[in-house]
């Protein structure tokens, strides 16, 4: 799945945990199934941490309350569908309030 | 069964000796762990472990496709723990460590879901960190699968057994009772852990830190607990057993002396008395106190309240914590000590850059006197206080006549505000300068003009005059409580406080050895404060000490010129005194759990 081709163009997008509680369960469990359907490397950065967004424990373990900052990074054929997809996710505040 | 004895080192954390069965545990029920050894083993242990992994997910996909509509909620959650049981940190670990380390199913599965626990315990937010309870409900189910149904949850016994285990959390020991459980072995955790705090007050052994105890101990081997020595002895010889008896009767003698006399005030044997008194950190350590029978606080430690929780406490907070513990030992002494803390440590929203040299940074009383309003809201919260009972101030970290000064000036501004506010207060509120600073040392006379009373912190008197940091591994070791330089300031402070005619105290982990009280008596102090656990060993140890030996002693101790020459004196003369203080009244006053 690796993408490592010189010519893709990586995709970074600032995002902001706007959900009152966080990236609890839920939401994470909604990155990971959206970020599974792409053929993209997807990471989420916190404060230099950086996890695959595939990888529901690590980014639960990255501990992002509401008003957490996060980069988002897609690369691959499907880095801008990702991008696309997994922003919206945050947009829409996960369906939650 | 006759298997080789075997003697192994752990961590004494709970006090006893004891001799049983043993039963090792890897995680709540009982799983079996055994090494593999062929290639061919690891490979079907992965393929065993992976059968399970499918079958757990047939599970799930099952579940969640029976689940009704209007139950979406469960849904959500079975489609979490779908996505759990495939993600990295559990699958690719648990795969990981039977490939690399030849552990059983079983065993990897649960070492990797301990990592994860560990990753989860660090997340601040209380709604994440709680999703491990997810994590934990798919480990369960996949352990089902991996082992078969029913494996059993609870602990019963034919027999007490000694429990020989890798960790024990709450969970785990909710179900175990001293009835059913001589003692504990354990490979994880120190002195503090949860295994020693649930076996003190089972008030059974423990053994922890021992490494690899589940894989050197089999079930139904007979072990020797010693929680004082810290050493397991697996399938004892009749020699070892019946030296065991004797230990465990000498023990038992030492501890129902020490226990009888802790109530009686402490006398030295040629009728000196000598106060023993309790350091404190929170209210309702004070039953405690009594328990052990102290003579007053001489230490309650007031930053608890400031590192719990975001907000600053507000005064009320703080004298009604104040006030429970004056008037629970009054008509005893209380001496509080003020917020002993960097900037850098506070929760609240107060902005201190981290240190890089905390403790000889803005701290205790210089970090008091540069935000005032913290200090005089707990200034004042401790003068109404005194109201209700014997009451005692101190300042730590005292490095001058200047900040000693200034910080009454304080005092008597507070008390004037109270006055006016009609508020009641001991206006005789004693003043004391805590004495843990060289400088302070050097400069007694001077403060001793400025304060009723000292009270010597050696654990800081003794990092700042050796300039050791004791939790720096390469010098721990030079961190010499007996040192001559110490030893020199000690009778230096308690000569001038005699001139002066005022009180000096000693607190700090010397003063609740019981090792050091004979010399520390001969240099004069009369007044010990320390963990409320200590106090039983030490009044026993004043009991037995005369204060005209003791003297000798501290003389000939000061005559020497190095440390390691007045360690092996001082050692040797305790040894010959005082036998069993190294056998069993060190290691129980060594268990500072409670």
Redesign the interface.
């Known amino acids: 799945m690796a993408i490592t081709e010189p010519k893709l163009w990586t995709i970074e997008r600032e995002l902001w945990v706007e959900n009152r ?6 939401p994470v ?1 909604k990155i ?2 959206a970020a599974q359907q792409f053929d993209a490397d997807i990471t989420l950065e916190k404060d230099g941490l950086v996890v ?1 967004a595939r ?4 980014v ?2 990255l ?3 509401q008003g957490t900052r996060l980069v988002l990074r897609t690369r691959g054929p499907q880095a801008r569908e990702a991008a696309t997809s997994i922003t919206s996710l945050f947009a829409r505040k996960f369906e939650e309030t | 069964m006759t298997r080789k004895n075997r003697v192994l080192e752990g961590i004494a954390a709970s006090p006893g000796i004891v001799m049983g069965l043993a039963h090792v545990l890897t995680q709540e029920g009982q799983v079996s762990t055994r090494l593999l050894y062929t290639d061919h083993e690891v490979a079907e242990e992965l393929k065993r472990f992976n059968r399970a992994v499918d079958q757990t997910e047939e599970e799930l996909t099952r579940l969640r496709g029976e689940i009704a509509q209007d139950l979406k909620e469960h849904a959500h959650i079975l489609e979490l723990h779908l996505l759990i049981l495939r993600d990295r940190m559990l699958l690719l670990e648990t795969q990981k460590l039977i490939k690399e380390q030849n552990f059983n199913a079983e065993r990897a599965l649960y070492l990797a879901f301990l990592k994860i626990k560990e990753v989860f315990q660090r997340i601040g937010d209380k709604h994440i960190r709680g999703r491990i309870q997810d994590v934990e409900a798919v480990y369960r189910r996949l352990r089902g699968h991996l082992t078969g149904r029913g494996a059993s949850k609870t602990f019963e016994f034919p027999e007490p057994v000694v429990i020989v285990a890798r960790d024990l959390s709450p969970a785990e020991t909710t179900h175990m009772s001293s009835s059913q459980v001589l003692g504990f072995v354990t490979e994880r955790g120190g002195k503090t852990s949860h295994t020693a705090i649930i076996a003190h007050s089972l008030e059974i052994p423990a053994v922890v830190g021992l490494d690899s105890a589940t894989l050197s101990i089999e079930s139904g081997e007979e072990v020797i607990v010693n929680g004082l020595s810290g050493r397991v002895i697996v399938n004892p010889d009749e020699a070892m057993r019946r030296s065991y008896q004797v230990r465990r009767e000498e023990f038992e003698t030492f501890k129902w002396e020490v226990t009888l006399g802790s109530s009686l005030p402490a006398w030295t044997s040629d009728r000196h008395p000598i106060l023993v008194l309790a350091n404190i950190e929170q209210p309702d350590e004070v039953s405690l106190a009594q328990k052990y029978g102290a003579d007053g606080v001489g230490l309650y430690r007031t930053e608890f309240l400031y590192l719990r929780q975001r907000q600053l406490p507000t005064e009320e907070e703080l004298f009604q914590h104040y006030r429970q513990v004056v008037e629970a030992m009054a008509p005893r002494e209380v001496t509080i000590r003020t917020l002993d803390i960097g900037g850098d440590k506070f929760l609240s929203p107060l902005e201190y850059a981290p240190e890089m040299n905390p403790a000889l940074g803005l701290r205790a009383i210089r970090f008091c006197l540069k935000e005032q309003k913290i200090f005089r809201t707990q200034v004042k919260a401790i003068l109404r206080a005194s109201a209700l009972g014997k009451v005692r101030v101190m300042f730590p970290l005292i490095s001058s006549p200047r900040e000693l000064n200034e910080a009454r000036l304080l005092l008597e501004s507070v008390k004037e505000e109270l006055a006016r506010e009609l508020i009641p207060f001991d206006g005789k509120l004693p003043v004391g300068a805590m004495i843990e600073v060289p400088a302070a040392v050097t400069l007694a006379d001077l403060l001793g003009r400025e304060a009723d009373f000292f009270s010597i912190g050696t654990n800081d008197l003794i990092q700042y005059a050796l300039a050791i940091d004791r939790s720096n591994k390469s010098v721990a070791d030079m961190y010499e409580p007996l040192h001559p330089a110490v030893m020199r300031m000690v009778r230096h402070v308690v000569q001038v406080s005699r001139k002066l005619g005022i009180r000096v105290a000693m607190c700090g982990e010397m003063a609740g050895d019981p090792l050091y009280i004979p010399v520390l008596l001969g240099l004069g102090v009369k007044e010990f404060s320390m963990n409320p656990n200590s106090i039983p060993v030490v009044k026993r140890v004043i009991r037995m000490t005369s204060l005209g030996e003791a003297t000798k002693v501290a003389r000939r101790a000061l005559a020497l010129a190095t440390v390691e020459e007045v360690n092996e004196y001082v050692n040797k003369e305790m040894d010959h005194r005082f036998p069993d203080i190294f056998r069993f009244g060190r290691p129980l006053v060594a268990n500072r759990v409670l």
């Not at chain 1, 990888?55 to 690590?58: E, K, R, S």
């Open positions: 509680l966080g990236l609890h369960a839920r469990a990971a199934t695959n990888d529901l424990l690590d639960l373990a501990d992002c309350p």
